[in-house]
């Protein structure tokens, strides 16, 4: 592999994932507020069950270039939508409103995330050999603060989202703007994320180099070169 000048690293799965399922966050919380079953194994399952195939289906909001909503107002009404409809196929959730609040600012806090094994030593080496770094991802605008809680925000010179950059992923857009923000040519970066679309074809139909990251091996088949096991890799390969 080639030396690069930038590395983008995605958000979630890759720099950093959360310590237990969405399913047991929500239906924890959703107990401390009067949800009796909110604990009970098999409702969390249900919980992450729905989430999961509500979340698949849902665009990421991004804002039209005439629309008077903020992005971050239209990324909270959009995740608020996904909570009621979560529950709606599990059961009523009592003050709904503040179990939503409750929950949707805990996620832009480092509570429930915690950082991928060697997520940090690979930023320091990285930025210290002198690579700008930035983060091309789906979260939303609550990830420069959450990136803030981890202690990981110093590292990075750009922290790109659909809400600022009107694309997302595997959009070649938000990509080809993520490049221009950093000020590197395209076929210097490297892009390293965990999803085969959204990362890995996404960062590669925009010019951009890519890593697959896979820990699990899950996608040895479908992408058996540039692809890690381990974030550790990285300074070897770009380095």
């Known amino acids: 592999m080639s030396l690069t000048d930038g590395v983008f690293f995605d958000g979630v799965g890759t720099l950093f994932r959360l310590g237990r399922s969405v399913g047991e966050v929500y239906g924890d919380w959703a107990h401390e507020i009067g949800f009796s079953e909110g604990r009970d194994p098999a409702t969390q399952a249900r919980i992450q069950e729905a989430f999961s195939a509500l979340f698949r289906a849902k665009k990421v909001p991004i804002p039209a270039p005439n629309q008077s909503l903020s992005a971050r107002k239209l990324e909270?009404?959009?995740?608020?939508?996904?909570?009621?409809?979560?529950?709606?196929?599990?059961?009523?959730?009592?003050?709904?409103?503040?179990?939503?609040?409750?929950?949707?600012?805990?996620?832009?806090?480092?509570?429930?995330?915690?950082?991928?094994?060697?997520?940090?030593?690979?930023?320091?080496?990285?930025?210290?050999?002198?690579?700008?770094l930035g983060v091309i991802s789906n979260f939303d605008s609550r990830l420069p603060d959450l990136l803030e809680d981890l202690k990981i925000a110093e590292f990075f010179d750009q922290v790109i989202v659909p809400g600022v950059a009107g694309a997302a992923k595997p959009n070649p857009l938000i990509f080809s703007y993520a490049v221009t923000k950093l000020a590197c040519d395209p076929e210097t970066v490297f892009h390293i994320g965990d999803s085969v679309v959204d990362d890995f074809q996404?960062?590669?139909?925009?010019?951009?180099?890519?890593?697959?990251?896979?820990?699990?091996?899950?996608f040895a088949s479908e992408v058996p070169n540039n692809r890690i096991k381990n974030l550790a890799e990285v300074p070897s390969l770009l380095l």
Do not use: H, N
């Open 76 to 132: 909270r009404r959009w995740w608020k939508e996904l909570v009621e409809e979560t529950f709606d196929s599990v059961g009523p959730v009592p003050r709904m409103a503040e179990f939503f609040e409750t929950v949707y600012e805990m996620f832009g806090t480092s509570q429930e995330w915690i950082l991928e094994p060697g997520c940090r030593e690979v930023l320091t080496r990285l930025s210290a050999a002198g690579r700008k």
């Open 202 to 218: 996404g960062a590669r139909q925009a010019g951009l180099e890519a890593l697959l990251y896979d820990p699990y091996d899950y």
